[in-house]
């Protein structure tokens, strides 16, 4: 169930699986069993208890589908062989030829049967719902508009949209619970198996004991793979009835009632019924989406540009601790991932001040993309030629005035190409916020993709609205300059 | 007897261990035109931009307009006294990113509080008197050099000095440019009310045989002959 951060790396995966996801050739039994491997795909993400790395010998993976992976390829008499792979990439993964099986907490929905095949359930998990200790709400139907949070392409989110509450979507299992306990959200919806684990742990959450739907995690193999679906089944009733699944859930305490209680009343709710098709809706979701962005974008950019001033400033005429500091505010900001700086915003300080996802966002762009403008204005500011600082102070320009009056308008008009690249940069890195539950441009394309079982419709409407709004900003930095150009040499001598 | 504007005590500068200035004692009466000769690097330009305060001095001090220049002086006493002694660059260092008009405005609001109205018939005024009236939207790009140099001595006079310092003013210009801007210069101090005081470096012996009413030749630092001069 782990979701890996790595957007842009899922971006370029998801759109080139969808390319030739026309000739998917995932790989049958005899393939397998030729070579003596099982591959199975599964992202360490995920954590304990799916598939982990042991903290005590790393290198060395643990958890109970590592154990069900061994003993599946015991079974089919070949070796197992993890194949790391970003959660939600997983399907396109598979389909690719990546590797020969999905077994990472892979719910069986109507959807996912339409793609792939699934095996028998191999675990039975029941979705709950995590509220704050001193809340009330007493299932889904109570929380009616009210953020929810949960993870994307889960059998939650589906449940969640069902049930009109306003789902909020994260990237990590861990924090939808933090957030829930700061107060952003009034609730949880996710697997018991991360509920336990994450959630009802807390001090300040208490998990509802009524599930609100079952499901249960199934294997997944290449569509035409018929003879390993048999193979794995077979395996899988083999397990079970040997004990040796059990015993392999109970040493990972996920034995429980679950497992052997009756079927799951209904099926695991189907897909959340959508149309297939790109619709007049889904293009005002993203055009919703490029208004955020666009938004987030102005936002940290009206901030970004006077701190950089502000800093460059500082750092170029202040005394020596005030240059100290501005350096150092330049170094740390420009030598840390702007995606960690979210995190820390949002998250790490969530103690101290508590802000809206879209606040943190404009801050963390602003503080970060600050940084990069305060060196583009050291470089403008310091272009402008002393002799112009000295004519001002000649005319009897205080130290302020002839900064103010004669080298900030100079410089100014100099970074203004470069500030205006720099904006088309942010606008673009802005899909990192994503992270922080802020449902934008790209965060849109995928959501939808995955609704739309299409990788290249919503993925080209997301790059052609980004290049909507990037490229009159690239046209007008062209623009400015063209007219900032050096000026044409004097004209010849003339008496006036 | 007229009074002295510019009195040099002892006036002392070196750059890092280089003495540049020597304890150079001299005065000029209000009014007068002083030329400042000597070979390059005998310290015409240091002493120049002493006088403003764009480089300090060590020893000795500089009595200007009622303004004192000492090794110390604050930051706020050199604006005060700046508003009252103007200066025009070798190169001349118009504000680039303004029209004329405006490179001789700005100074004009910002120091000495005027109106733009006021400001602006001041400017109009002075660039009438300088032969530019008609370029005043145009950017200092669009200037020959002895149109700049123009218009770098009308911003200087916008300001109403008393004190005018020139670094080389005609070096860059042609034979015939130089001669214009000699004659405006020439016209500036015969017509100016009240008396304006003229202190320029030059290598040009034909300026300062027209204009000055004093010589001074500065040797390896040290003040060799101040022509009229009591120092």
């Known amino acids: 169930m782990g979701r890996s951060v790595k957007a842009r790396a899922w971006l370029a995966g998801t759109i080139a699986a969808g390319l030739i996801s026309g000739q998917a050739r995932a790989a049958d039994l005899a393939e397998v069993q030729s070579r003596g491997e099982l591959r199975w795909g599964g992202d360490l993400q995920g954590g304990e208890p799916y598939v982990f790395e042991d903290e005590r010998d790393p290198g060395t993976l643990k958890g109970f589908e590592v154990e069900i992976a061994d003993a599946l390829a015991r079974e089919l008499q070949v070796r197992a062989k993890f194949v790391q792979t970003d959660w939600s990439n997983l399907v396109p993964a598979l389909e690719r030829g990546d590797f020969d099986i999905i077994l990472n907490g892979l719910e069986d929905t109507a959807e996912r049967r339409e793609r792939i095949r699934v095996s028998a359930p191999y675990f039975t998990y029941g979705e709950t719902l995590t509220i704050r200790r001193e809340s009330s709400y007493v299932g889904l139907a109570t929380l009616r508009g009210k953020p929810v949070g949960t993870l994307n392409q889960t059998v939650a989110y589906d449940l969640l949209r069902r049930a009109a509450v306003e789902p909020v979507l994260y990237e990590g299992q861990q924090e939808p619970y933090l957030d829930l306990a700061k107060g952003r959200t009034e609730a949880v919806l996710l697997d018991h198996v991360i509920a336990d684990r994450y959630g009802c742990v807390l001090q300040e959450l208490r998990c509802l004991p009524d599930d609100v739907a079952r499901g249960h995690y199934v294997v997944g193999i290449g569509k035409q793979a018929d003879a390993l679906t048999r193979a794995i089944d077979g395996a899988l009733a083999r397990l079970a009835e040997s004990g040796e699944l059990r015993g392999i859930l109970t040493r990972w305490q996920l034995w429980d009632a679950r497992q052997t209680g009756p079927a799951p009343t209904s099926r695991p709710p189907a897909a959340h019924v959508t149309e297939r098709r790109l619709t007049a809706g889904h293009l005002l979701l993203f055009l919703q989406g490029a208004w955020i962005t666009l938004l987030i974008s102005a936002f940290a950019f009206a901030l970004a540009s006077p701190l950089g001033l502000v800093l460059a400033t500082v750092r170029l005429y202040a005394g020596r601790s005030g240059r100290w500091l501005a350096a150092a505010y330049v170094e740390v900001f420009r030598g840390t991932p702007l995606l960690l700086q979210l995190y820390v915003l949002y998250f790490g300080l969530a103690d101290v001040i508590r802000l809206s996802p879209f606040t943190a966002a404009v801050l963390g762009l602003a503080l970060n993309y600050g940084a990069y403008e305060a060196e583009v204005y050291r470089a403008a500011l310091s272009a402008v030629p002393v002799g112009q600082t000295e004519a001002a102070r000649a005319l009897g320009f205080s130290f302020w005035q002839s900064l103010r009056h004669v080298v900030f308008p100079q410089a100014l008009r100099t970074a203004l190409p470069a500030v205006t690249n720099d904006f088309v940069g942010l606008l673009k890195d802005s899909s990192l916020i994503s992270v922080i539950t802020v449902v934008e441009l790209t965060k849109r394309m995928t959501i939808l993709a995955v609704e739309l079982r299409d990788w290249i419709t919503p993925g080209l409407l997301c790059a052609g609205l980004y290049f909507a709004l990037s490229f009159p900003l690239a046209r007008l930095a062209r623009r400015i300059e063209r007219r900032l150009e050096p000026a044409p040499p004097p004209a010849p001598e003339t008496p006036a | ?231």
């Not at chain 2, 109403?160 to 101090?189: C, G, N, Q, W, Y």
């Not at chain 2, 012996?205 to 022509?227: F, I, N, Q, S, Y």
């Open chain 2, 1 to 231: 007897m007229k009074e002295s504007l510019v009195r040099l005590s002892g006036v002392g500068k070196r750059f890092g261990a280089r003495p540049v200035l020597h304890g150079i004692d001299a005065q000029v009466t209000s009014g007068s035109v002083v030329s400042l000769v000597g070979a390059s690097g005998s310290g015409k330009t240091t002493l120049l931009r002493c006088m403003n305060g764009l480089e300090a001095i060590d020893t000795g001090h500089i009595d200007v307009a009622g303004h004192r220049i000492e090794a110390r002086i604050s930051d706020a006493e050199l604006t005060r006294l700046r508003a009252d002694v103007g200066m025009v660059f070798q190169d001349y260092q118009l504000f680039p990113h303004l029209s004329v008009l405006d490179n001789l405005c700005l100074g004009q609001q910002v120091v000495r509080k005027r109106s733009r109205p006021e400001a602006e018939r001041r400017a109009c005024k002075l660039l009438e008197r300088v032969g530019l009236a008609e370029r005043r939207s145009a950017r200092p790009s669009e200037l020959s050099g002895g149109q700049r140099q123009r218009v770098a001595l009308a911003r200087a006079l916008a300001q109403d000095v008393k004190l005018l310092l020139l670094d080389e003013p005609t070096s860059a210009l042609d034979p015939r440019t130089r001669d214009e801007i000699v004659d405006i210069l020439h016209d500036l101090v015969r017509r100016s009310e009240p008396a304006l005081t003229l202190i320029l470096v030059t290598h040009d012996l034909h300026l300062a045989e027209k204009l000055a009413d004093e010589v001074w030749t500065l040797e390896a630092g040290r003040l060799v002959t101040a022509t009229g001069t009591s120092p």
